[in-house]
């Protein structure tokens, strides 16, 4: 068997990523003073499919939407993250958010 080489469709994940800060109540401006970017023409790029955003950027946003970069990510490979669909994504995705809630509260019990 021969695998493809998987490609990252820009549009999807722009789109992908949109949908995310969205759903977590976010705005360009909140990505904007999170990423330090001078302008949020960066993130309108993004969302457009004229670019993808950084591997620091990508990290970045990682963290601040409590999912793996994976999950921000679309493209052609065969297997991808199913979040409706899959409940041990589901259940990772949980886990991720109760560490960095705990994380966030012992950083600040400092």
Request: one cysteine or more; glycine letters at 8%.
């Amino acid at each position: 068997m021969r695998k493809r080489y998987p490609v990252i469709d820009i549009e999807k994940t722009g789109q992908n990523i949109k949908h995310i800060m969205r759903m977590k109540g976010m705005t360009v401006k909140d990505i904007q003073a999170f990423l330090g970017m001078s302008t949020p023409q960066g993130v309108y790029h993004w969302f457009a499919g004229r670019s993808l955003p950084t591997l620091d950027n990508l990290y970045a946003l990682s963290e601040l939407f409590c999912l793996p970069i994976d999950a921000l990510i679309k493209g052609s490979r065969e297997f991808e993250f199913r979040q409706a669909e899959d409940a041990v994504y589901r259940r990772i995705v949980i886990y991720y958010e109760k560490i960095a809630q705990l994380r966030g509260g012992i950083l600040q019990a400092q």
